[in-house]
């Protein structure tokens, strides 16, 4: 189970078709792109954040942690101006940091990562059989 491929596979099934997205994430996330296959293989286009957008994601994520606590109205602009400004519609929350906004309140298709790996997760729970083998 790959939170990548977990999160574009929720996308493509969404009932809005997505052409072009964004990731909001980690500077590990950001330099290695490492949305970019996923979203290529399921013909979207990865639209790379510029290093100005960037450094502001990473100035937020570290400010979350450590303050413990996120601005949801901060989370919410950083989302609507990447989306703006790359011509994305569809941005990717590429860390746990952003789980603060409901997905459901912009106009364009949002994906919180971390959300689409737990729902994954509890689904193969719930189809998961274990045969008892008794002695």
């Known amino acids: ?27 590990v996330t950001w330099l290695g792109e490492t949305y970019r296959p996923f979203l290529n293989t399921a013909g979207i286009d990865y639209v790379h954040l510029d290093i100005e957008r960037q450094v502001a994601v990473e100035r937020l994520i570290e400010e979350i ?5 996120a601005d949801p109205g901060r989370v ?18 590429g860390c746990t940091e952003f789980g603060c906004v409901d997905v459901n309140d912009f106009n364009f298709k949002v994906a919180d990562s971390s959300h689409e790996l737990a729902l994954s997760v509890v689904k193969r729970a719930a189809n998961f059989r274990c045969d008892v083998v008794q002695n």
Do not use: H, P
């Open 1 to 27: 189970m790959n939170i990548m491929s977990e999160t574009v596979a929720s996308i493509v099934a969404g009932e809005r078709k997505v052409r072009r997205a964004t990731v909001l994430g980690g500077r």
């Open 65 to 69: 942690k450590l303050c413990g606590a």
């Open 76 to 93: 919410s602009d950083m989302i609507i101006d990447a989306a703006r400004q790359s011509d994305a519609d569809c941005v990717i929350l």
